[in-house]
């Protein structure tokens, strides 16, 4: 449930912003006639997301218990790793440009007079936020109880929505940064929990048999199949019998990507942002460029350089 919550919660808010960055945009433009064409795209980007992950489900419940579905799960542990790792760290560096690319295409659908590329544009922006959704839900329900992933999943997109309702709706502002860094950093530990798994399951299929002895058996005191220890097992990885591959290849990402994704986070910090100019210090001489640009700039004359 808490590892659905947070998925659902970060997907939501992203999904929400671009949402609101495309009606913000066309309601200042005086184009609110089409935002029948957005709410289509997002609506069949929603219903492609759902159908494909109800389809996946059902196909891969018919092999329950058996060899093709350790397989299918694995690949799903996998991908799910790989995408959330990269979406994480795409977020992270696109963020600040993300609503001037947004306002930029759909300048271009509406000068093409295109109804269809504003449904498509939020059609292709929701459908990836839903798509990389589903392959997370996959993953979760598969290695734990589909119940609490669908709980978790309800009560997250409830909180994103309520969110985007206080950002977008009644002015309250929150630190988008900063919050997708500490939920990035969270879900690190998710993505290094499925990694774990799809470790155990390549060992038990016999494609991986290196360091396959457990370390330690510690189902008596915290069993992943009980409420805590699934909690754990889902959300950071818990295992109650780990090998020693297992928590190699968990610390080995961890200790990797954390490095990297807070390490970058602080120097974006740091970074001014592109094209801001910085003022001069009280009583500092101002060289004769500057008074150049700015004389130029009042006088409506284009600055040299």
């Known amino acids: 449930m808490i590892a659905t919550l947070v998925i659902f919660l970060r997907e939501g808010i992203e999904a929400s912003m671009i949402v609101a960055i495309l009606l913000a945009y066309l309601n200042r433009m005086g184009q609110r006639q089409y935002f029948r064409d957005v709410f289509v795209g997002v609506g069949a980007a929603l219903l492609l997301a759902a159908g494909g992950g109800v389809a996946a489900y059902l196909t891969i419940r018919q092999y329950d218990g058996s060899r093709v579905q350790t397989i299918f799960e694995t690949g799903t542990y996998l991908l799910a790793a790989a995408v959330l790792t990269y979406m994480t760290f795409w977020m992270r560096g696109h963020a600040r440009g993300l609503s001037g690319e947004l306002r930029a295409r759909a300048d271009a659908a509406v000068s093409r007079g295109a109804r269809t590329g504003l449904a498509l544009l939020a059609f292709q922006a929701v459908g990836r936020e839903g798509l990389?959704?589903?392959?997370?839900?996959?993953?979760?329900?598969?290695?734990?109880s589909t119940q609490g992933a669908l709980l978790g999943a309800v009560i997250g997109?409830?909180?994103?929505?309520?969110?985007?309702?206080?950002?977008?709706?009644?002015?309250?502002?929150?630190?988008?940064?900063?919050?997708?860094?500490?939920?990035?950093?969270?879900?690190?530990?998710?993505?290094?929990?499925?990694?774990?798994?799809?470790?155990?399951?390549?060992?038990?299929?016999?494609?991986?048999?290196?360091?396959a002895a457990p370390l330690w058996h510690t189902g008596g005191v915290l069993s992943e199949s009980g409420t805590v220890g699934?909690?754990?097992?889902?959300?950071?990885?818990?295992?109650?019998?780990?090998?020693?591959?297992?928590?190699?290849?968990?610390?080995a990402y961890l200790a990797t990507v954390l490095a990297f994704f807070l390490r970058?986070?602080?120097?974006?910090?740091?970074?001014?942002?592109?094209?801001?100019?910085?003022?001069p210090a009280p009583g500092a001489p101002r060289s004769a460029l500057a008074d150049a640009r700015e004389s130029r700039s009042v006088s409506g004359e284009p600055a040299a350089g």
């Open 230 to 251: 699934d909690i754990l097992h889902s959300f950071v990885g818990y295992a109650d019998s780990p090998t020693p591959l297992q928590l190699l290849v968990y610390l």
């Open 157 to 211: 997109l409830a909180g994103s929505l309520a969110i985007a309702f206080f950002i977008y709706r009644l002015g309250h502002k929150l630190n988008l940064g900063k919050f997708f860094t500490v939920i990035g950093a969270l879900l690190m530990f998710f993505a290094a929990g499925l990694l774990a798994d799809a470790v155990e399951n390549l060992q038990q299929l016999g494609w991986l048999n290196v360091l």
């Open 264 to 279: 970058g986070g602080r120097r974006r910090q740091g970074k001014p942002a592109a094209g801001a100019v910085t003022a």
């Open 132 to 144: 990389e959704t589903v392959v997370f839900t996959l993953a979760i329900i598969f290695s734990t």
